[in-house]
C-alpha cells in the first residue's frame, strides 16, 4: 500500500483490501525496532526484515497487547544458552520436548505430541536441514496444512521471556528448541500467541497433518472393545488425543486426572504380569508432569513390581514424573470422556505403516448464492446444494460383519473461517442414488428421506461416520440458510478404494433462479460499489472505528425500504459490533474487517426482512424465535425471555438496529463458548481473569 499524506483514504480497491499500517503489526515493528537496533522502515517505507547484527527479525509477527503489557524480554536462544550453544533438535524430535508454558494451548500441545511420535509426519512440518550452525540467519520456518495445501510460515528466533527463561513452550532440554519454534509459527498462522488461548485438539491436528478429524464418547465402548478400537486406530496412523470435561478447567481429580485438559494416547499394550496378562494405555500430558495417581502410576503403582524388568523396558516406562503414564483400560475409561482423533489417509500416512490407511478423495466447493447455495430442505431451494457422488463397491475386510457393508467417513469442512470471521452453519446428508452417476432431481430431493446424516452446526469442521451396503449414494452438503455464500473442502475416506466424485452443476437437474429476490437485502443497504464509498467517506485512513460506523449505518440505512430505522441505532450498538469483530483488541476495524462485518450485516438484514411479515420494520416479539432460528441459532424459553427484556423497544418489538445488535451479540458469544469448549461437549470452565477479559470487552 503507497504512503499517503495526513487525512487522505484508499482510493482503489487493492488499497482497501490491503491492511492498514496502523493494523497490522506497526507497533509491533516499532516495539521491536526499538529493542533489537533495526530500522523498521527504510525512507520508501519498506520494512527492513534484520537487527543490527544482521539477523532475521519478523516485523510482522502479531506481538499482542497481551505481552506488551507483561514484563517479558525477547531473546534468541544463543542469548539463553550461556554453556554450550543451541541446539535445534537434541537426539530426535519426541513427545517429550513438549512441556507447556504460561499459555493456555495444551489443545495445540497434546496435537504436537502425537505428531512427534510419527517422524515422517513431523518431517513434513518441521522440514530437517535447519540448526544454529552453517547458513543460521536467525529465521527457522514451518509447514502447516491449510485447505487442501500446505503452506509454509517462516519466523525469527525471538522467543519471549522472563527471568531468563521461556515464557511459553519449551523443552526439559534448555538448549533444545524445535518446539517453542514451532509454537510461534503456530501462533504467527493464527493471529498470535492469544490466538491460542483455548481451543480443539482435532483441529490443531488437522493442520499439522492434513488428516480427517473426529470427536467421540469413551462411553460409546466397552471395556472389551475400547483397546480393539484403540490398537486398529493406532495401526492405521491415527492421531488419538483425550480428555475429561466434567469438572473446573486443568484442576485435577483425586487420582490426578486435570479437568478439561487434553493428552495424547500414544500406545495400547497387552502386559505380562506374574497374574497374567493386562491391557494398559499410555497418555502423555504436554505440561511434562502431572500425571495419574491411580493404578499403575508410575511413581505409586504397586502393580508394576508384578512386571519383569524386561517387560517394562519393552514398554519404555520411566519410572518419574515426566508427563507419560500408563493406566488399566477400566481406569480409563472412568476417568476420561472424550477421544478425538486424526485420521490419516495413504497420501499422508507415514510409509512402511503396518495398517491399512484410508483412502481420501478431496474436492472443493462453493456456495454460491442464487446458484449453489439452496440451505436446508425446509426452505424448499435445497436442490440448489451441490452434490457429489459417492460409489461404494468393495465391502469391508471384516469376517466379524454379518452385513458386509462398506464403512466410510465424510468430512465437510468450511474455509477461512479465522480469517473472515464468518463462520457458517453447515450439514450434509447421503442419499440412495437413482443409479450410477445420476444426480438427484427437484422432486427426488423433496421425496426422499436421507439414509444418513449430521444436522447443521457451527463448527469449522462437521464429520459422518457410517457404513452402508454396496451401491451408488449422492451426498448434499448445505448451510443452515439459502443464499449464504462459502467455500467448503469435503473429504472422503473409505477403507478401499471406493470412489467419490462431484456431480457437475449443469448435469444438477432443473436449476432455476428463485421467484422472488434472493437478496432481501439488496433493497435495504446500498451495492458493494456504494458501500465502498461510503467506507471512504466515514473511515479515515482506511480505519472504522464506531462513531464513524455510526454514521456510516445510518447513512446506509436511509436509503432504502428500511428508512426510518436508523433513529433505533445508537453509538453503543456500533462499539459492540466493531469490538466484537475486531480480533486484534484495537477496537477498530480496516477494510477487510468492515468487510466481514458487512457480510453478516447483510445476512442479518435478508433474516430480519424475510420475518418482517407485516413491513413495519419491526419485528414482533414472537416473530424474533424463528428469526434466530431462521439464522441457525436456537434459544430455549428462557434465554428468548431475557432478549425481551434486554433487546426490545417498549412496545415489545426489536427494531432492525437491536435486531443486527442482537445477532451480532449471540453469534460472537456462541463462537467465544466454542473456542474455549475444548472438548466440545457444551460445557465450559474458566478462570477468573478469563471471565472478566470474556463479559467486559464483549
Same mark, same amino acid.
Given at each position: 500500500?503507497?504512503?499517503?499524506?495526513?487525512?487522505?483514504?484508499?482510493?482503489?480497491?487493492?488499497?482497501?483490501?490491503?491492511?492498514?499500517?496502523?493494523?497490522?503489526?506497526?507497533?509491533?515493528?516499532?516495539?521491536?525496532?526499538?529493542?533489537?537496533?533495526?530500522?523498521?522502515?527504510?525512507?520508501?517505507?519498506?520494512?527492513?526484515?534484520?537487527?543490527?547484527?544482521?539477523?532475521?527479525?519478523?516485523?510482522?509477527?502479531?506481538?499482542?497487547?497481551?505481552?506488551?503489557?507483561?514484563?517479558?524480554?525477547?531473546?534468541?536462544?544463543?542469548?539463553?544458552?550461556?554453556?554450550?550453544?543451541?541446539?535445534?533438535?537434541?537426539?530426535?524430535?519426541?513427545?517429550?520436548?513438549?512441556?507447556?508454558?504460561?499459555?493456555? +494451548?495444551?489443545?495445540?500441545?497434546?496435537?504436537?505430541?502425537?505428531?512427534?511420535?510419527?517422524?515422517?509426519?513431523?518431517?513434513?512440518?518441521?522440514?530437517?536441514?535447519?540448526?544454529?550452525?552453517?547458513?543460521?540467519?536467525?529465521?527457522?520456518?514451518?509447514?502447516?496444512?491449510?485447505?487442501?495445501?500446505?503452506?509454509?510460515?517462516?519466523?525469527?528466533?525471538?522467543?519471549?521471556?522472563?527471568?531468563?527463561?521461556?515464557?511459553?513452550?519449551?523443552? &526439559?532440554?534448555?538448549?533444545?528448541?524445535?518446539?517453542?519454534?514451532?509454537?510461534?509459527?503456530?501462533?504467527?498462522?493464527?493471529?498470535?500467541?492469544?490466538?491460542?488461548?483455548?481451543?480443539?485438539?482435532?483441529?490443531?491436528?488437522?493442520?499439522?497433518?492434513?488428516?480427517?478429524?473426529?470427536?467421540?464418547?469413551?462411553?460409546?465402548?466397552?471395556?472389551?472393545?475400547?483397546?480393539?478400537?484403540?490398537?486398529?486406530?493406532?495401526?492405521?496412523?491415527?492421531?488419538?488425543?483425550?480428555?475429561?470435561?466434567?469438572?473446573?478447567?486443568?484442576?485435577?481429580?483425586?487420582?490426578?486426572?486435570?479437568?478439561?485438559?487434553?493428552?495424547?494416547?500414544?500406545?495400547?499394550?497387552?502386559?505380562?504380569?506374574?497374574?497374567? &496378562?493386562?491391557?494398559?494405555?499410555?497418555?502423555?500430558?504436554?505440561?511434562?508432569?502431572?500425571?495419574?495417581?491411580?493404578?499403575?502410576?508410575?511413581?505409586?503403582?504397586?502393580?508394576?513390581?508384578?512386571?519383569?524388568?524386561?517387560?517394562?523396558?519393552?514398554?519404555?516406562?520411566?519410572?518419574?514424573?515426566?508427563?507419560?503414564?500408563?493406566?488399566?483400560?477400566?481406569?480409563?475409561?472412568?476417568?476420561?470422556?472424550?477421544? %478425538?482423533?486424526?485420521?490419516?489417509?495413504?497420501?499422508?500416512?507415514?510409509?512402511?505403516?503396518?495398517?491399512?490407511?484410508?483412502?481420501?478423495?478431496?474436492?472443493?466447493?462453493?456456495?454460491?448464492?442464487?446458484?449453489?447455495?439452496?440451505?436446508?430442505? *425446509?426452505?424448499?431451494?435445497?436442490?440448489?446444494?451441490?452434490?457429489?457422488?459417492?460409489?461404494?463397491?468393495?465391502?469391508?475386510?471384516?469376517?466379524?460383519?454379518?452385513?458386509?457393508?462398506? *464403512?466410510?467417513?465424510?468430512?465437510?469442512?468450511?474455509?477461512?473461517?479465522?480469517?473472515?470471521?464468518?463462520?457458517? #452453519?453447515?450439514?450434509?446428508?447421503?442419499?440412495?442414488?437413482?443409479?450410477?452417476?445420476?444426480?438427484?432431481?427437484?422432486?427426488?430431493?423433496?421425496?426422499?428421506?436421507?439414509?444418513?446424516?449430521?444436522?447443521?452446526?457451527?463448527?469449522?469442521?462437521?464429520?459422518?461416520?457410517?457404513?452402508?451396503?454396496? !451401491?451408488?449414494?449422492?451426498?448434499?452438503?448445505?448451510?443452515?440458510?439459502?443464499?449464504?455464500?462459502?467455500?467448503?473442502?469435503?473429504?472422503?475416506?473409505?477403507?478401499?478404494?471406493? +470412489?467419490? *466424485?462431484?456431480?457437475?452443476?449443469?448435469?444438477?437437474?432443473?436449476?432455476?433462479?428463485?421467484?422472488?429476490?434472493?437478496?432481501?437485502?439488496?433493497?435495504?443497504?446500498?451495492? &458493494?460499489?456504494?458501500?465502498?464509498?461510503?467506507?471512504?467517506?466515514?473511515?479515515?485512513?482506511?480505519?472504522?472505528?464506531?462513531?464513524?460506523?455510526?454514521?456510516?449505518?445510518?447513512?446506509?440505512?436511509?436509503?432504502?425500504?428500511?428508512?426510518?430505522? %436508523?433513529?433505533?441505532?445508537?453509538?453503543?450498538?456500533?462499539?459492540?459490533?466493531?469490538?466484537?469483530?475486531?480480533?486484534?483488541?484495537?477496537?477498530?476495524?480496516?477494510?477487510?474487517?468492515?468487510?466481514?462485518?458487512?457480510?453478516?450485516?447483510?445476512?442479518?438484514?435478508?433474516?430480519?426482512?424475510?420475518?418482517?411479515?407485516?413491513?413495519?420494520?419491526?419485528?414482533?416479539?414472537?416473530?424474533?424465535? #424463528?428469526?434466530?432460528?431462521?439464522?441457525?441459532?436456537?434459544?430455549? #424459553?428462557?434465554?428468548?425471555?431475557?432478549? !425481551?427484556?434486554?433487546?426490545?423497544?417498549?412496545?415489545?418489538?426489536?427494531?432492525? &438496529?437491536?435486531?443486527?445488535?442482537?445477532?451480532?451479540?449471540?453469534?460472537?458469544?456462541?463462537?467465544?463458548?466454542?473456542?474455549?469448549?475444548?472438548?466440545?461437549?457444551?460445557?465450559? #470452565?474458566?478462570?477468573?481473569?478469563?471471565?472478566?477479559?470474556?463479559?467486559?470487552?464483549?
Amino acid at each position: 500500500m503507497s504512503v499517503s499524506s495526513e487525512g487522505s483514504i484508499p482510493t482503489t480497491e487493492d488499497e482497501l483490501e490491503s491492511p492498514s499500517d496502523e493494523l497490522m503489526g506497526s507497533q509491533s515493528r516499532r516495539w521491536l525496532s526499538d529493542i533489537f537496533g533495526g530500522q523498521p522502515a527504510d525512507t520508501n517505507g519498506n520494512v527492513k526484515p534484520v537487527g543490527q547484527d544482521g539477523l532475521f527479525v519478523d516485523y510482522t509477527f502479531p506481538v499482542g497487547q497481551e505481552l506488551l503489557a507483561k514484563s517479558v524480554e525477547w531473546k534468541r536462544p544463543m542469548e539463553l544458552c550461556k554453556s554450550s550453544p543451541p541446539q535445534f533438535i537434541v537426539d530426535g524430535a519426541t513427545r517429550m520436548d513438549v512441556c507447556q508454558g504460561n499459555l493456555g +494451548d495444551c489443545w495445540f500441545l497434546s496435537a504436537l505430541a502425537s505428531l512427534s511420535m510419527h517422524r515422517s509426519l513431523l518431517k513434513r512440518v518441521v522440514p530437517p536441514g535447519q540448526g544454529f550452525q552453517n547458513g543460521y540467519d536467525g529465521s527457522f520456518y514451518f509447514r502447516f496444512w491449510q485447505y487442501g495445501k500446505w503452506e509454509e510460515v517462516r519466523v525469527d528466533d525471538l522467543l519471549p521471556t522472563q527471568n531468563g527463561q521461556l515464557y511459553y513452550l519449551r523443552s &526439559p532440554n534448555r538448549n533444545e528448541f524445535w518446539s517453542c519454534l514451532l509454537e510461534k509459527a503456530y501462533a504467527k498462522l493464527k493471529g498470535g500467541y492469544q490466538a491460542l488461548e483455548m481451543g480443539f485438539p482435532h483441529e490443531a491436528m488437522a493442520d499439522m497433518t492434513g488428516g480427517v478429524t473426529e470427536v467421540l464418547s469413551v462411553a460409546s465402548f466397552s471395556d472389551e472393545n475400547l483397546p480393539k478400537a484403540l490398537q486398529h486406530l493406532l495401526r492405521k496412523g491415527a492421531l488419538i488425543n483425550c480428555a475429561n470435561c466434567q469438572g473446573p478447567l486443568e484442576q485435577k481429580n483425586e487420582q490426578g486426572i486435570l479437568f478439561r485438559h487434553a493428552y495424547s494416547l500414544t500406545a495400547v499394550e497387552r502386559v505380562e504380569t506374574r497374574a497374567g &496378562p493386562v491391557t494398559l494405555v499410555r497418555l502423555h500430558n504436554p505440561w511434562g508432569g502431572t500425571e495419574w495417581e491411580g493404578s499403575w502410576s508410575d511413581l505409586s503403582g504397586p502393580e508394576w513390581n508384578t512386571v519383569s524388568k524386561d517387560e517394562q523396558r519393552r514398554l519404555g516406562r520411566v519410572s518419574k514424573e515426566d508427563g507419560e503414564f500408563w493406566m488399566s483400560v477400566s481406569d480409563f475409561r472412568r476417568n476420561l470422556e472424550i477421544i %478425538e482423533l486424526c485420521h490419516m489417509s495413504d497420501s499422508l500416512s507415514q510409509p512402511g505403516t503396518t495398517g491399512r490407511p484410508w483412502h481420501c478423495q478431496m474436492h472443493q466447493g462453493h456456495w454460491v448464492p442464487n446458484l449453489s447455495a439452496g440451505g436446508p430442505q *425446509s426452505y424448499g431451494y435445497y436442490y440448489q446444494n451441490p452434490q457429489f457422488f459417492l460409489t461404494l463397491l468393495e465391502e469391508d475386510d471384516d469376517p466379524s460383519d454379518p452385513e458386509k457393508t462398506c *464403512s466410510f467417513l465424510v468430512a465437510l469442512m468450511q474455509k477461512h473461517i479465522r480469517i473472515s470471521g464468518v463462520r457458517l #452453519s453447515i450439514g450434509m446428508n447421503v442419499y440412495q442414488a437413482r443409479g450410477p452417476g445420476t444426480p438427484l432431481s427437484p422432486q427426488d430431493l423433496m421425496g426422499l428421506a436421507p439414509v444418513l446424516g449430521v444436522a447443521h452446526v457451527m463448527r469449522r469442521e462437521t464429520v459422518l461416520r457410517g457404513a452402508l451396503a454396496p !451401491g451408488h449414494y449422492v451426498i448434499v452438503p448445505y448451510t443452515s440458510l439459502p443464499n449464504q455464500e462459502g467455500r467448503f473442502i469435503l473429504r472422503v475416506l473409505t477403507e478401499k478404494g471406493n +470412489d467419490a *466424485s462431484p456431480a457437475p452443476m449443469h448435469e444438477i437437474a432443473n436449476i432455476s433462479t428463485f421467484k422472488e429476490s434472493p437478496f432481501p437485502h439488496l433493497k435495504a443497504l446500498p451495492s &458493494p460499489n456504494s458501500t465502498r464509498q461510503l467506507f471512504r467517506k466515514h473511515c479515515n485512513k482506511g480505519v472504522c472505528k464506531p462513531l464513524n460506523l455510526h454514521r456510516l449505518l445510518t447513512e446506509a440505512i436511509q436509503g432504502g425500504v428500511l428508512a426510518g430505522s %436508523e433513529r433505533y441505532l445508537a453509538l453503543e450498538h456500533c462499539k459492540s459490533m466493531v469490538v466484537l469483530m475486531d480480533s486484534k483488541g484495537l477496537a477498530v476495524l480496516d477494510w477487510q474487517g468492515f468487510k466481514n462485518l458487512w457480510y453478516k450485516i447483510e445476512s442479518w438484514t435478508d433474516v430480519f426482512l424475510m420475518h418482517d411479515k407485516n413491513g413495519s420494520k419491526k419485528l414482533e416479539y414472537v416473530e424474533v424465535s #424463528s428469526a434466530m432460528k431462521s439464522a441457525g441459532i436456537n434459544m430455549d #424459553s428462557s434465554v428468548m425471555q431475557f432478549v !425481551g427484556l434486554r433487546y426490545t423497544e417498549p412496545d415489545m418489538t426489536v427494531s432492525y &438496529p437491536g435486531f443486527l445488535y442482537l445477532m451480532m451479540k449471540l453469534d460472537s458469544m456462541i463462537q467465544k463458548f466454542q473456542a474455549f469448549d475444548v472438548t466440545g461437549r457444551g460445557m465450559i #470452565s474458566m478462570s477468573y481473569k478469563q471471565w472478566l477479559h470474556l463479559t467486559m470487552f464483549n
